[in-house]
């Protein structure tokens, strides 16, 4: 067997995995959720879970995978075996899920670059609006663009853990962050925008309730990647040498930096523009429009802007995918490319109904009132990401605990001045509130 692929640097792992944790669930699911959850105290809720039980469990991620080596599910085999290896297993069913209504939201994005460039985007709030709802409802369109998300998903998975995802992150993520600020300095400076700034930034606990905690913690799991063995894999082509805890630090950080940016930049101008803060999904993608209308040079920045949102779904869609294929070649030396294939062929098959679930199928319920595409979303952040972060968290904190301390401290040589903290927190804080969390949340 061939050396297993390294990263090529401690930045290129660091990008990487910021890359895999910035995605849609930071500029198009934190801002609706923010809208939809009350405002500055979903921002502190979110923000409390990210840095205690968020970072342990990346941290945990990362050790596991870089101890194994392996793919999710080998890895829990290599370091204990018996029944944990159906952690990962569920990790890599959370992969297809997920990965197959994200890559039908990421093909809006797509859609949205042409839009900006022809033109098609202009008017009011309702107008705006008309125009999303009458695109996502489409049968055929969006379909099509979320094959060719997925073709590039395959694409980029095919060039391999350096060359393909490294190097694209490298560039491009950096851009990203640059733009944000560029289009929030024209937010925040629409008139109206304060109310928006308010809502976002100044909490009102006494809105605390359970959808609320509910939420912030789904989307805590969700944008950074955790719960599904993510993480794992992309520790497992890190080298023996790298600061895990530091590591875990800067994607945590990186990751709710966009967040709090993307708030920052839709809340006010939602605000500002009279939209509908808790309007849900097509937030994000009704709103931008309206302030590229706004601003001078709108088209370049729209454009710009879809693009690199497609970028930054990009990175985030190859590392739902590179864990399906590292257990494909890892366990069942099925070869890595045929591979790649036929599993995006399958994601885009299981996409095709979430597609149609916001339009011609929209009276099909499955989870309660929830269509096809939420009912994925639900099951997958909702439930597979917590039972997985609070698995995971068991396995670090009670059942490998010595191996784990090993790792993250490069066998005694890195000092990690947090060990008790997050052995504490994986034992007992993580299982104890994600499970009080989730079970409050049913
Ligand atoms: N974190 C990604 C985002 O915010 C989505 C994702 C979830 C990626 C789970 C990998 C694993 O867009």
Redesign the pocket.
Known sequence: MIAREQWGSRLGFVLAAAG???????IW?FPYMAGQNGGGAFLILYLVLVFTIGISVMLAEFAIGRAAQRDPVGAFAVLKGKLWPLVGGMGILA?FI?LSF?SVVAGWTIAYIIKMATGSLVGDAEALGAAFGGFIADPVQPILYHALFMGLTVAVVLGGVHGGIERACKVLMPMLFVLLLVLIGRAITLPGAEKGLEFFLSPDFSKINGDMLNGALSQAF????IG?G?MITYGSYLNKKENLGKSALWVSSLDSTVAVLAGLLILPAVFAFGFDPAAGPGLTFITLPAVFAQMPAGTFFGILFFVLLTVA?LT?AV??LQPIIAYFSDEWNWNAKATAVIAGLVIFLLGIPSSLSVGIWSDIHFIGEKGFLDSMDYIASNIL?PVGGILISIFVGWVVADKMKDEVTNSGEKPFPFMTAWLFICRFVAPVAVAWILVTGL
């Not at 895999?20 to 930071?26: D, I, R, T, Y």
């Not at 969700?222 to 990647?225: E, I, M, P, T």
């Open positions: 895999s944790a910035v995605g849609l669930g930071n699911k992969g997920i994200y969700f944008s950074l990647s599904m993510a779904a985030s590392s739902l990401l």
